[in-house]
């Protein structure tokens, strides 16, 4: 960037004389800030003489990118394997239009990053997930020289750390694919990063036994077995508890992952009650990548539509099957390699002998 300290003197300056501004200039205390700027590229060693755009406009507010290194993982208590970095959550957030006093829950909410920046928006959060050991800040430490997590780890403790506490309500532990809302309550908006099946688990409460009973003295120590959660099915549930329970007008954002050659918009959950406002990709990868969708509720669904989203691709298993492909590639690659070699070294030692 450039600074035009002697701007006022120049023909620049002259170029703005029509504009119909009247009263006392005050560069120490300004009513007003007008800026005018030159953009030269993004090649610092090399710019054009003359700039490609300039840009004048009156300043309205400042951006808040000072929050991304305030409330930045390595600092923070309490994370995660899979904590969403501030950056991406504050964007979530923004996209979900959450403004002081909405209610705001994240069913999938791990360390609870996603929180944190709804609360800085000023949304009162919740959030629900099926990791006991995470809400409860047991699980296994995230940083790599820490053995043993802290007394004090918790969703609680970020949100003190940041003072955002008055905008805490709680967090649950909840399989998502058995929901124990009541029926008539209404979030502002849902913001959500869910399980992906790679580094994290998408499993749900469940059994492939048959007539499957527990003894009464067995029900209070019972941990429940799991199922896998099939990618499809969790982004259908998503979607019609979306269109359950969020207000007219409020939002879900979510990601999405997919595979990049595969990818097409038809393939991405749908309901008649939410309608997809904005897909944003962001790559992950050569073959992977994920889409942050932003939805937002446009009816009421009725008996019909309840539970009547749509999700075809499945990320998971092609995800698995690309990794295989490839190690399989690999593997036949390197052992030609080997076999060259070995053929080199071979005629290699018949001429020595000869
Ligand atoms: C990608 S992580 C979310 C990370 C979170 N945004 C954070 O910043 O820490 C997905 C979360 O979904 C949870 N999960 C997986 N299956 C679930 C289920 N059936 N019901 C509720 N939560 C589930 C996992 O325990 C995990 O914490």
């Known amino acids: 960037m450039r600074f035009l300290e002697v701007f006022f003197m120049d023909d620049t300056f002259q170029t703005f004389s029509y504009l119909p501004f009247k009263g006392t200039v005050n560069l ?89 920046a709804v609360a800085y928006f000023g949304g009162y959060v919740v959030g629900s997930d099926i990791d006991y050991l995470m809400l409860h ?66 499993e749900k409460v469940g059994i492939h036994k048959e007539n499957y009973s527990i003894s009464e003295k067995h029900l209070s120590t019972h941990i429940p077995a799991k199922i896998q959660y099939e990618f499809s099915e969790l982004y259908q549930d998503l979607l019609a508890f979306s269109a359950k329970h969020l207000r007219i007008g409020g939002r879900l954002v979510c990601w999405f992952p997919v595979f990049r050659e595969d990818y097409s918009e ?22 992977t990548s994920r889409r942050l969708l932003t939805y937002e509720k446009i009816c009421e669904p009725n008996e019909e539509n309840l539970n009547s989203a749509n999700t075809i691709a499945n990320f998971r298993n092609k995800y698995y099957k690309a990794r295989d492909e490839n190690r399989r590639e690999r593997r036949v690659k390197e052992a030609n390699i080997r076999e060259k070699n070995r053929l080199e070294a071979l005629q290699r030692q018949t001429k020595l002998s000869n």
């Open 28 to 116: 120490n205390n300004p009513d007003t800030h007008l800026l005018y700027l030159e953009y030269y590229g993004i090649d610092s060693n090399d710019p054009p003489s003359e700039p490609y755009y300039v840009f004048f406009g009156r300043w309205i507010t400042s951006g808040f990118r000072q929050l991304i290194r305030e409330l930045s993982l390595k600092t923070r208590k309490f994370i995660g394997n899979t904590s969403m970095d501030p950056q991406l959550s504050l964007l979530m957030a923004n996209q979900a239009q959450v403004k002081l006093g909405d209610l705001v829950l994240d069913p999938f909410v791990g360390s609870g990053s996603l929180l944190v």
């Open 137 to 202: 800040g047991k699980s296994r430490p995230s940083r790599i020289k820490q053995k043993k997590r802290e007394e004090n780890e918790s969703i609680k403790a970020n949100m003190e750390q940041y003072s955002l506490q008055d905008k805490y309500i709680d967090v649950l532990i909840n399989d998502f694919a058995t929901s124990f809302w009541r029926d008539d309550i209404k979030f502002d908006s849902i913001i959500t990063d869910p399980p992906y099946g790679i580094r994290e688990a998408t």
């Open 266 to 287: 038809e393939g991405l959950p749908t309901h008649e009650c939410v309608k997809l406002v904005s897909n944003s990709e962001q790559v992950l990868s050569k073959y």
